[in-house]
């Protein structure tokens, strides 16, 4: 198989393998709690998931930009971040629940819910950054 096609089922499997935490993580939550906050916990856990490893990747960059470091993502990190978490986070599933908690009149929780990924989101994958760059940097195992 042609390397390209192979990243590319690789990435399509992972999506699928993504999707399926999601399914389960999202609706485990939504459960116990409420319907948005089991969105809002997948969306920032993969976040903060996707932070984490393009932070491993800043600390072995030499200070490259964050774009340039996803330009050259390598095959097994493209199948993590845009197939596995691709598939694991996702803004429809934000909209439409957004959209029905509104039209259910729960506007407090549309709000919270809207404005609790788009602003947490950039934080936790931040965060996740920053700790993903400290992971590897030599201070922290004494190299």
Do not use: E, K
């Not at 393998?17 to 906050?37: C, D, Q, T």
């Not at 971040?81 to 039209?103: D, E, H, N, P």
């Not at 947490?120 to 993903?132: F, K, R």
Request: positive net charge; charged residues 5%.
């Amino acid at each position: 198989m042609h390397p390209d096609l192979t990243l590319f089922v690789s990435i399509a499997a992972g999506g699928g393998l993504g999707a399926m935490a999601r399914a389960a993580l999202s609706s485990w939550i939504a459960r116990r709690m409420h319907l948005a906050w089991g969105t809002l916990a997948v969306n920032l856990s993969g976040s903060a998931m996707l932070g984490l490893a393009f932070g491993m990747l800043l600390a072995r960059s030499d200070g490259a930009p964050l774009s340039a470091i996803a330009a050259g993502t390598p095959p097994v990190l493209a199948v993590f971040t845009l197939g596995i978490l691709g598939g694991y986070t996702t803004v429809s599933t934000l909209a439409l629940q957004t959209l029905t908690l509104w039209q259910a009149g729960d506007r407090r929780a549309a709000c919270a819910n809207a404005l609790g990924s788009a602003v947490s989101g950039p934080v936790v994958a931040g965060l996740g950054v920053v700790l993903g760059a400290w992971l590897l940097s030599p201070a922290v195992w004494g190299g």
